[in-house]
């Protein structure tokens, strides 16, 4: 059974920090490139940073370059994302995903957790 389960979201003041993780389990982790989205009500899901499936060329959303960083961990199987300098605009609830390419429609897996609150208060 697959799941990506999220943690660490928190109220936090502005300019504070929080790290969020996201543990794997059901699947191969270290083949997947994993990201994290965030959502607010009314929005579309936007994606925030990305990481290759070995942990390289991480990439970020312009709103979020600078203040957040994405790593890593397939030994345990998690993937993480550092907020720093956290913005009331960064309030949303953040999503864990996990994508892999496949060769067989619908050619990709794609998984999805249930999201952490993350709030930043002015």
């Known amino acids: 059974q697959v799941r990506l389960v999220e943690s660490g979201g928190d109220l936090v003041q502005s300019g504070g920090s929080l790290r969020l993780s996201c543990a794997a389990s059901?699947?191969?982790?270290?083949?997947?490139?994993m990201s994290w989205y965030r959502q607010t009500p009314g929005q579309k899901r936007e994606l925030v940073a990305t990481?290759?499936?070995?942990?390289?060329?991480?990439k970020y959303a312009n709103s979020v370059k600078g203040r957040f960083t994405i790593s890593r961990d397939n030994v345990m199987n998690t993937v993480y994302l550092q907020m720093n300098g956290l913005k009331p605009g960064d309030t949303a609830v953040y999503f864990c995903?996990?994508?892999?390419?496949?060769?067989?429609?619908?050619?990709?897996?794609?998984?999805w957790g249930q999201g952490a609150q993350v709030t930043v208060s002015s």
């Open positions: 990481v290759t499936s070995a942990g390289g060329n991480p």
């Open positions: 995903n996990a994508r892999q390419r496949t060769q067989v429609f619908p050619f990709e897996n794609n998984y």
């Open positions: 059901g699947f191969t982790f270290s083949r997947y490139d």
